[in-house]
């Protein structure tokens, strides 16, 4: 089932964010991610605005390869660089519809 990995990131240093932007979308690739997007082009239509300062989707072919991914060792610095230097906020969405209506999305599990 496919996946969908969704960082919110509120940059406090950046200066680990040119080296993770030249080489995490590689990572994550060798993982079968695919960056679907990495904007800081954020504009909230409803709701409270928040203060992150980038939002990246990346979408996975399942659960196993997100966290594949997240967990390996050649991300591993990358992911303490940006820990260190962000408020950070990693969620993983499938692509189910809960309410089960829509006819292109699975039903939850």
């Not at 993770?20 to 504009?43: C, F, M, P, Q, T």
Request: charge should be negative; proline fraction near 4%.
């Amino acid at each position: 089932m496919t996946v969908f990995l969704i960082a919110e990131v509120k940059v406090t240093d950046d200066a680990w964010v040119p080296e993770y932007a030249a080489a995490v979308h590689d990572i994550a690739a060798k993982h079968n991610g695919r960056y679907l997007s990495r904007s800081g082009n954020i504009e909230t239509l409803e709701g409270d605005q928040t203060d992150e300062t980038l939002i990246a989707l990346i979408q996975f072919p399942n659960r196993d390869d997100a966290m594949s991914f997240v967990n390996c060792e050649e991300y591993a610095p990358f992911g303490k660089a940006r820990q260190e230097g962000s408020v950070s906020h990693f969620r993983l969405i499938d692509d189910t519809d809960i309410a089960g209506a829509i006819s292109y999305l699975a039903k939850p599990v």
